[in-house]
Nanobody, 124 residues
């Protein structure tokens, strides 16, 4: 059974950092696209970062230079390191997995499996 479990969310002040984890089970994260998405209340789900097979990475303009996606194949886990957080980064963060390669890695419609999400709140 495919399962994705996010963790690492929380509350942080502007300028702070968090590292989110997405632990996968029931499949191997290698040779798959894994994405991080976020959704704030009343907003559409937004793709923020994606990774394929541990080396090809993609970022939205709003997080490029502040967020870093990586994966640990031995732990079957994908991470999202978030630095210099801003209040507008506050949202529920989800990880998602696709069978194979995503042609548009930051588009939610590409992905087959989703986790339950972890909340990130950035405020002073």
């Amino acid at each position: 059974q495919v399962q994705l479990v996010e963790s690492g969310g929380g509350s942080v002040q502007p300028g702070g950092s968090l590292r989110l984890s997405c632990a996968a089970s029931g499949f191997d994260i290698t040779r798959r696209s894994i994405g991080w998405f976020r959704q704030a209340p009343g907003e559409e789900r937004e793709g923020v970062a994606a990774i394929y097979d541990g080396f090809a990475t993609y970022y939205s303009a709003s997080v490029k230079g502040r967020f870093t996606i990586s994966q640990d194949n031995a732990k079957n886990t994908v991470y999202l390191q978030m630095n210099t957080l801003k209040p507008e980064d506050s949202a529920m963060y989800y990880c998602a997995a696709k069978r194979g390669v995503a042609s548009e890695p930051l588009k939610s419609r590409e992905y087959n499996y989703w986790g339950q999400g972890t909340q990130v709140t950035v405020s002073s």
